[in-house]
């Protein structure tokens, strides 16, 4: 009697029957595995998608604060430098609040470190601009005093009054030099063209104090070069020759002047 086999296998049965045993074929579920892939491309289609969208968000963040830091820039340069910079780290943390406001953490993540750059470039720039500002409201006021210093000069009536403007001129420029406000090239410059308008300012006010009868003797002593007077000797040798042509000429026309009126 032939003997049946004790287990089944996927290869050929043994040979106690004399026959082979069907060979073992697994059922495979396609429509499972279709589902399967499907779900997974689904989910890496959304993954894509969750990754775009926030790429763009942070991207129009960027743009979006980029366009305000530098409006806010334009708009503190206009300010007085000290109320600026008071100002400046409140206004970009509300720059900050409007492009982030409804940013999902994974996009406030990466915009966060984008925004550190941002902020750092605005803050310098800003600091940069209130910096200028300071020393250009310096400059005008050091002009101004300059100016005023220069119209103190009398010397007819108040000689000291030369060496006092142009000490006090000195002290006003040294003073910003040190105050980094102007360079030193800048000081000197300035220094140079103060001393010369006082100069003038001094020879000036010297002619239009002289009498009708003392003309031709003033317009000699400018022709010479030689004055009576040490003072007004000091101030025109400070003036260049394109100035003193000029005085000799005003001269020239208060002569012609009184020849008129005569």
Do not use: C
Request: proline share 3%.
């Amino acid at each position: 009697m032939a003997q049946l086999p004790t287990f089944i296998s996927t290869a050929q049965a043994p040979m106690t029957t004399g026959q082979t045993s069907p060979r073992y074929v697994e059922k495979v579920d396609s429509f499972g595995k279709a589902l399967e892939k499907l779900g997974k491309t689904g989910m890496s289609i959304a993954e894509e998608m969750f990754k775009t969208r926030n790429a763009q968000t942070v991207n129009n963040a960027k743009l979006g604060s980029t366009l305000e830091l530098n409006k806010l820039v334009s708009d503190l340069s206009k300010m007085d430098p000290l109320e600026a910079m008071s100002v400046a780290e409140g206004r970009i943390q509300e720059i900050y609040d409007r492009q982030t406001e409804g940013m999902n953490a994974a996009s406030r993540e990466v915009f966060d470190s984008a925004f550190v750059s941002l902020n750092g470039q605005t803050q310098a720039n800003i600091q940069t601009q209130a910096v200028k500002n300071h020393n250009d409201q310096i400059k005008a006021s050091l002009l101004i005093n300059l100016d005023a210093f220069r119209k103190l000069v009398d010397p007819v009536n108040q000689p000291l009054s030369i060496d006092n403007s142009l000490s006090a001129g000195e002290e006003a420029v040294r003073i910003a030099v040190d105050g980094g406000h102007i360079t030193k090239v800048e000081g000197v410059k300035l220094l140079l063209k103060f001393n010369k308008d006082v100069a003038e300012e001094g020879v000036t006010r010297w002619v239009q104090s002289r009498p009708a009868e003392k003309l031709m003797e003033t317009f000699n002593q400018m022709d010479k070069g030689k004055f009576e007077n040490e003072h007004i000797q000091k101030l025109w040798d400070q003036l260049d020759p394109d100035k003193k042509q000029e005085l000799q000429k005003d001269v020239t026309s208060i002569f012609a002047d009184l020849g008129k009126e005569n």
